[in-house]
């Protein structure tokens, strides 16, 4: 079992930074993709930000040029850099990852949320 502590949400004021960190523990034979979701009040979750084993990342459009995924392979962990923070993007923060087991089954697993608000 593959278990993720997520780390870095809060309070913050519109236009400051915050830095998210997500931990993978537990039996890992191979990180895959591993991602950034977030979810508003009365909302669906969507995609923020991706990033694959190989290092290409996506991002949605709404956090272009303000947010930066990255990741480090030797200690399972992927981080969210969020600058110039709105009041749009207060939400719960959800890591993502999926992993390659050595016979090649595929496993997603989700983080436990972090709570992120931005106060204008």
């Known amino acids: 079992q593959v278990q993720l502590v997520e780390s870095g949400g809060g309070l913050v004021q519109a236009g400051g930074s915050l830095r998210l960190s997500c931990a993978a523990s537990g039996i890992i034979f191979r990180l895959n993709a591993m991602g950034w979701y977030r979810q508003a009040p009365g909302k669906q979750r969507e995609l923020v930000a991706a990033i694959t084993s190989g290092g290409s990342t996506n991002y949605a459009d709404s956090v272009k040029g303000r947010f930066t995924i990255s990741r480090d392979n030797a200690k399972n962990t992927v981080y969210l850099q969020m600058n110039s923070l709105k009041p749009e993007d207060t939400a719960v923060y959800y890591c993502?990852?999926?992993?390659?087991?050595?016979?090649?089954?595929?496993?997603?697993?989700w983080g436990q949320g972090t709570q992120v608000t931005v106060s204008s």
């Open positions: 993502n990852l999926e992993t390659i087991t050595w016979s090649a089954a595929r496993n997603n697993y």
